[in-house]
């Protein structure tokens, strides 16, 4: 069942805007329920009805029935108010459950918003929001949709709880994020990594533009509409096995049927009818022949004087397999956003799907920054100078990620450079990775023009490794600007960079699975930040981590196989106790 929620101030208009939203998704065939959170003040029952008097009278539960509805009233202590998915749990067979109310839930919600009532929407502080519907201005960049725009509302709704066939968004193929996409909320001064994951995913929509793509071409591929079946699987009944096919009823008491003329086989199905009373022959795959619907292993028969003895009976219709037992024809089988396998691949071949609506490719830039770096391979070398790791592993990890890679190069640290290589590139890529100068000291170009030209915000994120990202728009592309250091530089792009551009390129916000496993080390961890560590598996399944933290040691995450994620909290870790492991492959690396 999908949730989705209307928020909003007193008098902004939730209620209006639920009923419009019921009336235009029922309108279209979907099963919509809804729940409503009253407060202290209103009661479900009133003085008076006789469905009061049982309660007064001590009863736990009551049901009001009559011949249009009921419903149940259950007596709870002040204080165990049930929760809204305990609610949710309790409405049965709707495609949608829409929820008034409950606004710090998680579950994704439109605020309702009159800018004439002179407050700052909801959303600003409610990460929960991601869309407004609204009447009058409104700064903030959520997608935008006029109040009473209802059709616009349900297919975004729609399309944002997966139900609608239809492109995943209204914006898709044109750049739509706005300049101060990234803009913190005054004030803000260390943002914690889930507040900064939160604020990442209500702010960023698709930019990646929608194509038709031939199926065998599709790997990789994110799919910007839901696919139906053309055909079933199978098409019709056919036998599982190598063996002998029957009418059931037919079988007499001694299990011994006259061997019918003609064969079934894959590709060349039985001609005519199989005789009442006789078995045909039949192999696997095979078209079940008029007059079959039950076929025995031919190990399970013996062949004598032209009939079939089956060694014991059999059940009705065993050994086949029904036309559309595993896909119908018309049923969705994949959902947009899905990123499609190998095996989707092979799904959406079986049911007959040739093409599929998917999204482009997301090309993202990669440049690096530092007077300090060369490329790899410069022979003429002063002890100075670094090479570059960062752009190959970058470069590489967008590939890993099923987007174009686009190298910027290495721009030294003067502004003019750094600009005049984001110019060259910002039409010609979705997104933008660079590495190196993102904090704020003298030689932190990269923040710096940034700030100047390029609506700079800096999230002081309370995580280590990493300093400050940098979040920015350039000429309307969104540019991470990532901590020089190639360990910070790798976790900001695990943590942050990987689901940010999943949400850019369609396919939704990625978190990656992690396991509770056993620690191989000790450790004590200061309270207020999150922190990673480079680690990985030993043999007997515990999780060991390399032996220094140092963020300038690039071996340590070549050594690793995944990260430690310590929670925000203090915490002291004795060898034994589990801790959190996400293996790098969860990262899709
Ligand atoms: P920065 O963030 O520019 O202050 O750089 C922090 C540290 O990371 C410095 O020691 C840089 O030399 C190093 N660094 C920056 N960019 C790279 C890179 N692309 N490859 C390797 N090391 C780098
Ligand atoms: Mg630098």
């Known amino acids: ?29 979907f099963i919509v329920s809804t729940i409503k959170h009253a407060h202290h003040s209103a009661d479900i029952d009133h003085e008076g009805t006789d469905t009061h008097r049982h309660r007064l009278a001590g009863a736990r539960q009551v049901i009001l029935s009559s011949p ?37 839930a998680s579950h994704p919600k439109v605020e309702a918003f009159r800018s004439a009532n002179g407050h700052q929407p909801l959303a600003i502080r409610n990460a929960s ?28 709704v729609l399309a944002q709880v997966g ?31 889930d507040e900064a994951l939160a604020r ?52 007499p008491q001694d299990l011994s049927l006259e061997l019918a003329q003609g064969r079934s086989a894959a590709g060349d199905p039985f001609k005519g009818q199989v005789p009442l009373g006789q078995a045909a022959r039949i192999l696997t795959g095979a078209i079940l022949p008029s007059g079959v619907d039950t076929v025995v292993l031919q190990e399970e028969v013996t062949l004598s004087d032209g009939r079939v003895h089956l060694s014991g009976a059999p059940k009705r219709g065993s050994n086949t397999r029904k036309a559309g037992e595993d896909v119908i024809a018309g049923s969705d089988v994949l959902q947009s956003g899905q990123k499609l396998r190998p095996v989707d691949l092979a799904l959406l071949t079986a049911v007959g799907v040739p093409s599929v609506q998917a999204f482009t490719r997301l090309r993202i830039g990669v440049l690096s920054t530092g007077d300090e770096l060369v490329d790899a391979g410069a022979t003429e070398l002063s002890d100075h100078n670094t090479f570059d790791a960062n752009r190959p592993m970058l470069l590489s990890l967008i590939e890993s990620w099923g987007y ?67 979040l920015a728009m350039w000429n309307g592309t969104p540019v ?22 999943s949400l850019l390129a369609g396919s939704g916000w990625k978190e990656p699975q992690g396991f509770m496993v056993p620690a191989a080390f000790t450790k004590s961890k200061k309270h207020g930040r999150r922190e990673y560590l480079r680690a990985r598996m030993n043999q007997s399944g515990h999780v060991e981590v390399f032996q220094s933290e140092g963020s300038g040691r690039i ?35």
Request: glycine share 10%.
């Open 480 to 501: 991470f600007g990532l901590p020089g250091n190639p360990v910070a530089a790798l976790v900001c792009a695990l943590i942050f960079g990987r689901p940010a551009l």
């Open 404 to 470: 174009q890679p686009v190298d910027m190069g290495l721009a030294p640290d003067t502004p003019q450079a750094i600009e005049q290589r984001l110019n060259a590139f910002s039409d010609k890529v979705d997104a933008i990775l660079t590495s190196g100068g993102a904090s704020a000291g003298d030689e932190d170009h990269i923040s710096q023009i940034l700030r100047t030209k390029g609506d700079l915000t800096s999230w002081r994120i309370a995580v280590k490794p990493g300093r400050p990202l940098a």
């Open 163 to 193: 139900l609608s066939k239809g492109p995943v968004q209204a914006n898709v193929g044109t750049k739509k994020l706005k300049n101060d996409c990234f803009a913190l909320p005054q004030g803000v001064d260390w943002v914690p990594v």
């Open 68 to 104: 249009q509805r009921w419903a149940k009233m259950t007596e709870i202590d002040a204080d165990q108010e049930p929760s809204l998915e305990a609610l949710v749990a309790r409405i049965e067979g709707a495609d949608l459950v829409l929820v008034e109310g409950y606004k710090s």
């Open 555 to 589: 071996s340590g995450l070549s050594w690793a196989d995944g990260l430690v994620e310590l929670p925000d909290e203090g915490a002291e870790i004795r060898a034994g106790d589990l801790v959190r492991y996400l293996p790098y492959s969860s990262f899709g690396l």
């Open 200 to 251: 990442l995913k209500s702010r960023l929509v698709p930019v990646a533009s929608v194509e038709t793509i031939a199926t065998r071409d599709a790997n990789g591929r994110i799919l910007a509409q839901s696919v139906e079946a053309k055909r079933s699987n199978p098409p019709v009944a056919n036998s599982a096995v190598d063996g002998y096919g029957f009418a059931f009823d037919t079988l």
């Open 1 to 29: 069942m999908k949730v989705f929620g209307v928020t909003g101030w007193k008098n902004g208009g939730k209620t209006g805007l639920m009923e419009r939203l019921v009336s235009e998704i029922s309108g279209r065939g």
């Open 129 to 156: 929001i991601v869309a407004i519907a609204a009447k009058g201005d409104v700064e903030i960049n959520l997608p935008l949709f006029d109040l009473d725009d209802t059709n616009a509302v349900a297919d975004y």
